[in-house]
């Protein structure tokens, strides 16, 4: 009795590229802030009892990667806190992707642990980047880490220190769920 045949390799990879294409769900729909930012930030939150009864808004909707056809899901809702600070904290660059800074910025807080995102990556510090005095969690002793999309490596989304627990994101450098969880 023979063993039964292997299928050749040409066919293993025929296979895995149908059932790829059979399960690849539609992008969701997603605007970005300069779509949403007229009613920003009432169109972009949801109030939420904080820690020690004060209230906080915080984001009502998914928060995605900006880069058309990444789709990476940056923040789930509820877990960025919004916080307003003068604008010219990131750094920019003519070839950048990202909208010029409007005269008012806006970030999420995101607190407690870098695992409170879904696809966010870490710079190593950077020894050589210092942010103005005004930036939020700004600590002259404490290297920034850099913010970028975990999957597509696009950023600087937004910053955080050297052994800090808060990071936060430019409002206005991500995209967002078309309409907020139900």
């Not at 999309?149 to 936060?168: I, K, N, Q, R, V």
Request: proline residues 10%; contains cysteine; glycine residues 10%.
């Amino acid at each position: 009795m023979s063993a039964p045949q292997q299928p050749s390799q040409d066919a293993i990879l025929a296979a895995l590229a149908a059932q790829s294409t059979a399960t690849r769900r539609a992008p969701p729909q997603t605007k970005g802030y300069a779509e949403l930012a007229a009613g920003a930030p009432a169109s972009l939150t949801t109030g939420l009892e904080a820690a020690g009864g004060a209230d906080a808004l915080v984001n009502s909707r998914k928060i995605y990667c900006p880069r058309g056809g990444c789709n990476a899901v940056v923040l789930q809702p509820g877990v960025g806190e919004w916080v307003e600070a003068e604008p010219g904290i990131l750094p920019t660059h003519p070839g950048s992707p990202f909208p010029a800074e409007s005269s008012t910025a806006a970030y999420w807080l995101v607190r407690g642990s870098p695992f409170a995102f879904d696809n966010v990556g870490f710079s190593r510090p950077d020894a050589a980047a210092a942010l103005p005095d005004f930036a939020p969690g700004a600590d002259a002793g404490k290297k920034v880490k850099w913010l970028i999309c975990a999957e597509c490596d696009l950023g600087p989304l937004g910053w955080s220190f050297e052994g800090g627990s808060d990071a936060w994101l430019a409002v206005d450098r991500l995209r967002y769920a078309a309409e907020p969880k139900a």
